[in-house]
């Protein structure tokens, strides 16, 4: 229905992959949600000392860093989303290579909240389900809003980590470590999708996708 209003042509599921790449997708998006992610890269901060944080910050810190894992649960699936329904071999590529960097960032805040003694949002299968949909949409609307769709939300994930290099306490560099080279990595995860031709997204998707995002970051903070 919503892809006949905005005019996107997907007749079936094999218009874009074939029943073993749809299994392995499937498989990838059981492990996204319910396994340990890995990273190739050290932990930002892991040489660092964890100083003590007393209980309230604790707290505050693994509301912080569900949030962000939560968001990174996102990001792959809407990287997966995108990159099945993009058309360029270029972009699909481009995109895979990034959800990699998405893939150590899962592994990075999952890392920090169980150092904490904190635990993962419940509600990962639900953001996983609702961002494969809008990854899936984007990449059927073309590449460059595919492209475009994927700069603001880099862009607004930057402003989002900002926001909490601000709220974190300063004493806690292990999360500030991995919250600065996150920020440094959706910085480049931008700057690719414009380099393949990204458009402008109108005003007014924008501040959808912010309010939507809103949402998610204060609903995983506590769940
Ligand atoms: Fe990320
Ligand atoms: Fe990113």
């Known amino acids: 229905?919503?892809?006949?209003?905005?005019?996107?042509?997907?007749?079936?599921?094999?218009?874009?992959?074939?029943?073993?790449?749809?299994?392995?997708?499937?498989?990838?998006?059981?492990?996204?949600?319910?396994?340990?992610?890995?990273?190739?890269?050290?932990?930002?901060?892991?040489?660092l000392p964890d100083i003590g944080l007393d209980q309230a910050q604790k707290v505050h810190v693994v509301g912080l860093m569900r949030v962000n894992h939560c968001g990174e649960i996102c990001a792959q699936a809407l990287y997966q989303g995108q990159a099945l329904t993009s058309r360029d071999p270029g972009v699909k590529e481009a995109l895979r290579s990034a959800a990699d960097e998405e893939?150590?960032?899962?592994?990075?805040?999952?890392?920090?909240?169980?150092?904490?003694?904190?635990?993962k949002s419940f509600l990962n299968p639900v953001w996983y389900i609702g961002s494969l949909t809008m990854g899936l949409l984007a990449g059927a609307l073309g590449d460059k809003?595919?492209?475009?769709?994927?700069?603001?939300?880099?862009?607004?994930?930057?402003?989002?980590?900002?926001s909490h290099l601000t709220s974190l306490p300063v004493e806690d560099l292990r999360s500030r470590a991995i919250v600065e080279q996150m920020r440094l990595d959706e910085i480049q995860h931008a700057e690719m999708a414009i380099q393949h031709g990204a458009a402008a997204l109108p005003v007014v998707i924008k501040g959808v996708m912010k309010t939507v995002a809103s949402v998610m970051t204060k609903v995983a903070y506590r769940v």
């Open 1 to 47: 229905m919503l892809c006949a209003v905005v005019g996107i042509q997907i007749t079936s599921l094999g218009d874009f992959m074939t029943l073993d790449q749809a299994i392995g997708e499937f498989d990838h998006a059981l492990r996204t949600i319910s396994a340990s992610a890995h990273s190739t890269r050290p932990i930002p901060g892991s040489d």
């Open 145 to 162: 809003w595919n492209l475009g769709f994927l700069a603001e939300t880099e862009r607004q994930v930057e402003a989002h980590l900002d």
């Open 103 to 119: 893939t150590e960032h899962l592994a990075w805040t999952e890392r920090r909240i169980a150092e904490l003694g904190g635990r």
